[in-house]
């Protein structure tokens, strides 16, 4: 390399940074030892900021834009470097660009269980996971307090940080909100926003970070809780006990019963569930059964009424009694009850007659005895 090589390779014209990743968030010039050249053109793009730092004491800081290094846009590190007059040969400092844009592709989750009260369930174990965004709010601060000398800073080396805070804040946000764990999908954009709020306001005092967008993807509940939430949410079909829901509840236990018993290997469970599906379904709504008649029914149609086979029906003042056998016939012919004139009927008959014309009946009542005389 020739003197001159060497005298350009020492001054740098152009300060810029082209950011060919997705995950830096601070970068510095590549200066080692050489020195910035007095008039040399620094450029900062949109979304980003230039932040001087002379031997370790952060000096300028430029917004985007293009400018000019002169001493009158260089005013706190003339004065560090003692510059009382304006200065024109090269100088050393270290330049770190800080990308100011959202980074949009970090992850949350809860590796353990989140204890929390619920106003409806009381103790449960919650897990979640989701995603959210960071944007640099202070370079300065964000320069003392993480990235130091650090001349390429990721998301990577900061990630974890922050996703502990969010887990942190996270079960103090849902259990403060009032919100039922059953209903807070309804609730997520909510409390993505409060917590979004929340962890700004403490990261940018504390590190110059904040957080634009918090998103909740997903709550949810130990296996054991949702499989009893599965089971009342089934029950609610019952709730308003009409004969359609309980068909279709009864429908629900007897394929659960038998789903339960293939994966028992037998039979005998699907019968008990089928059966104890049909007997709680009983229990809450009896079945629609037509009430049977308190009383006979006249008997003037001549149909009449399906008999039982042999029985004898009699009818006495448009009362209907029976069936009767032989035996039957004789009592109700002793007591007065069957008289000559008392309407009868079994399965065959065309319609009612009286007794009197019936010859199987009418031998009951030659048995009867006339009525005392008279004293």
Request: proline share 8%; net charge negative.
């Amino acid at each position: 390399m020739g003197l001159l090589d060497k005298i350009k390779g020492e001054l740098v014209d152009i300060v810029e940074w082209l950011d060919d990743t997705r995950d830096t968030i601070v970068w510095r010039f590549p200066r080692y030892e050489n020195e910035i050249k007095m008039g040399a053109r620094l450029v900062v793009r949109e979304s980003q900021t230039a932040v001087f730092v002379n031997e370790g004491t952060i000096a300028d800081v430029f917004e985007p834009g293009t400018y000019t290094l002169e001493t009158q846009n260089l005013p706190v590190l003339s004065t560090l470097k003692g510059w009382k007059h304006g200065f024109h040969s090269p100088f050393k400092a270290e330049v770190y660009f800080v990308s100011t844009r959202q980074f949009t592709d970090l992850k949350w989750g809860t590796k353990n269980p989140v204890m929390m009260r619920d106003p409806e369930l009381g103790m449960v174990r919650v897990r979640a996971f989701g995603a959210f965004s960071a944007k640099v709010s202070d370079p300065q601060l964000l320069l003392r307090e993480l990235v130091g000398t650090d001349p390429q800073f990721r998301t990577d080396e900061v990630h974890e940080y922050l996703r502990q805070n969010v887990v942190s804040h996270f079960a103090s946000v849902l259990s403060s909100s009032g919100i039922p764990v059953i209903e807070v999908a309804a609730h997520h954009g909510d409390l993505g926003d409060q917590l979004a709020a929340r962890l700004t306001e403490e990261l940018s005092t504390d590190l110059g970070i904040a957080v634009p967008k918090f998103v909740i993807e997903n709550i949810s509940l130990p296996p054991e809780v949702e499989e009893a939430l599965d089971k009342r949410t089934s029950m609610g079909i019952v709730s308003s006990g009409t004969v359609g829901s309980m068909a279709a509840f009864q429908q629900f236990q007897a394929g659960a019963a038998m789903e339960a018993a293939a994966d028992g290997g037998g039979g005998a469970g699907a019968v008990i569930g089928m059966g104890l599906g049909q007997a709680v379904g009983n229990a809450i709504v009896p079945p629609t059964q037509p009430a049977a008649p308190s009383a006979p029914a006249p008997a003037a149609a001549p149909a009449g009424p399906p008999p039982l086979p042999g029985g004898w029906f009699l009818g006495n003042g448009g009362a209907q009694t029976g069936p009767f056998d032989d035996a039957a016939l004789a009592a109700q012919a002793a007591a007065g009850t069957l008289t000559p004139s008392t309407l009868i009927w079994r399965a065959g008959m065309a319609g009612w007659e009286p007794a009197s014309s019936v010859p199987d009946v009418a031998k009951h009542l030659g048995a009867t005895p006339p009525p005392l005389p008279q004293a």
